[in-house]
């Protein structure tokens, strides 16, 4: 069913997708797992979209296919978090940059592994981030971009967080379409994150759970 259900995705086929997530739900089987085959149909739709194959109709599709697959996966994940918030979380798109598939992937993903995560959207001023950081005094930052402009605006906004006195105690992690260990070493920041799944795992080690 995991194959079947990331071709599914990947082709944008909405009815046979959710028809397909239920039918997992209800043999029993982990809503991680399901989650996890979502990010590898979404990697899969932003190399279409990369390679001109899929436009942005297709991309604004294929996130709102996503939020419905979440709507039925995420009673099954609630009841699992914690109750007490293991930490605290700002993530956002960097300026200039309008995609949010990836990061609501990963929003989701922390807030059911018991972050309190503060997500400031997309297109985020280097400013934003910055007060945000300031007002929550969150330990973890993740900078979201997917085309590479973003890889400057990364840069620029770990920069300006140096000079408002807030890099010291924070970690900072990077994900995104076109995003690598290259990138975070250019941007100064702190890991490279390849998926939803290793950004929690990120999170955890820097808050002391893992």
């Known amino acids: ?21 239920k039918k997992r739900l209800a043999a029993g089987e982990d809503p991680q797992e399901i989650l996890a085959d979502n990010t590898k149909a979404m990697a899969i739709v932003g190399k279409r979209f990369a ?21 039925l996966v995420s009673p099954h994940l609630k009841s699992a978090a914690k109750t007490k918030k293991l930490g605290k979380v700002v993530i956002g798109t960097v300026a ?5 598939i990836g990061l609501n992937i990963v929003d989701f993903m922390l807030d059911v592994n018991g972050f309190e995560v503060t997500n400031l959207g997309v297109d985020v001023p280097i400013e934003k981030f910055v007060q945000a950081v300031k007002d929550t005094k969150a ?3 993740g900078l ?42 250019y941007a100064k ?3 490279y994150g390849k998926d939803a799944m290793a950004a ?6 820097w808050v002391g759970v893992n």
Do not use: C, W
Not at 3 to 16: S, T
Not at 145 to 169: I, Q, S, W, Y
């Open 144 to 185: 979201s971009g997917f085309l590479t402009p973003a890889f400057d605006a990364m840069k620029e906004t770990v920069e300006a967080l140096e000079k408002a006195g807030l890099r010291k105690n924070l970690k900072i992690m990077i994900g995104g379409g076109q995003m690598d260990d290259e990138v975070r070493k």
């Open 189 to 191: 920041a702190d890991a």
């Open 200 to 205: 929690v795992s990120l999170a955890k080690k």
């Open 96 to 100: 200039g940059d309008i995609h949010d």
């Open 1 to 21: 069913m995991s194959e079947d259900f990331v071709r599914l995705m990947a082709d944008l086929k909405e009815d046979e997708v959710l028809a397909l997530t």
């Open 139 to 141: 330990p973890v930052l």
């Open 51 to 71: 390679g001109g194959e899929y436009f942005l109709p297709e991309l604004v599709f294929s996130g709102e296919l996503l939020k419905e697959v979440m709507a």
